[in-house]
């Protein structure tokens, strides 16, 4: 099996980088920015279809958006000292 790296983003940190507001994303996606800044925070529980639209808007691949709270996050950068993943293809 080959293993590859594939960079791991928070739904903020894409959103950032792909230079969208705030305001814009959440009308996209149909939700608030309240709700928006909700999941930013911990999207642990959004709804694919909402965090497709999302990742699409914001040109990152769905399986390289990070799910869970910002906490973990931090915690598994610590562990891995990255914002790659290995995968086995």
């Given at each position: 099996m080959d293993k590859?790296?594939?960079l791991l983003l928070t739904m903020k940190a894409a959103r950032?980088?792909?230079g969208i507001?705030?305001?814009r994303a959440a009308a996209v996606a149909g939700i608030s920015k309240k709700k928006l800044t909700?999941?930013?925070r911990n999207n642990g529980k959004i709804k694919l279809?909402?965090?497709?639209?999302?990742a699409d808007l914001y040109g990152v691949?769905?399986?390289n958006m990070f799910f869970g709270s910002l906490t973990y996050y931090r915690s598994w950068?610590?562990?891995n000292g990255s914002?790659?993943?290995?995968v086995t293809n």
């Open positions: 590859k790296t594939e950032i980088n792909a507001s705030k305001k909700k999941y930013e279809d909402t965090a497709a639209n999302l691949p769905l399986r950068l610590k562990q914002i790659l993943r290995e």
